[in-house]
Nanobody
Framework: VQLQASGGGLVQAGGSLRLSCATSGGTSSRYGMGWFRQAPGKEREFVAA????????RYADSVQGRFTFSRDNAKNTVYLQMNSLKPEDTAVYFC?????????????????WGQGTLVTVSS
C-alpha cells in the first residue's frame, strides 16, 4: 500500500487548509486511517484517526473542534480539514494506514506511512 499526502502549505493563523491522503495498491476501506504530525525537534504525534468501517473517529485534544477527519472510499482518499489554524500547528503532517480493525492512536499502531506534507502557520 502506498500513501500520498498533499495539501500542505503556508497559511496565516486563523486560516484553513485541507489535507488529502490518496491510497494506492490497496483499498482505503480495508484500513483504519490516521493523521500524525511532527514539528521540528519533536516526536511524531497523533492528530486524528478513524476505524476501517468509519464508525469511530478520535482526535487529539489539541485539535478537537478545529480539525475534521473524513474519508471517501470511492476515491480511496482520506482528508483532514483544518480550521482555525494556530502557529503551533506548524509541522509535517503524515497519513498512515493500519490493517487492524480497531482505532489506532500511536505511531506503532500503523503499518503504512505516507511521505508527509508540510503545514506552516504564520502568526
Amino acid at each position: 500500500v502506498q500513501l500520498q499526502a498533499s495539501g500542505g502549505g503556508l497559511v496565516q493563523a486563523g486560516g484553513s487548509l485541507r489535507l488529502s491522503c490518496a491510497t494506492s495498491g490497496g483499498t482505503s476501506s480495508r484500513y483504519g486511517m490516521g493523521w500524525f504530525r511532527q514539528a521540528p525537534g519533536k516526536e511524531r504525534e497523533f492528530v486524528a484517526a478513524d476505524t476501517w468501517s468509519g464508525d469511530m473517529t478520535r482526535y487529539a485534544d489539541s485539535v478537537q473542534g478545529r480539525f475534521t477527519f473524513s474519508r471517501d472510499n470511492a476515491k480511496n482518499t482520506v482528508y483532514l480539514q483544518m480550521n482555525s489554524l494556530k502557529p503551533e500547528d506548524t509541522a509535517v503532517y503524515f497519513c498512515a494506514a493500519r490493517l487492524n480493525v480497531g482505532l489506532g492512536y500511536r505511531v506503532g499502531h500503523y503499518d503504512y506511512w505516507g511521505q508527509g506534507t508540510l503545514v506552516t502557520v504564520s502568526s
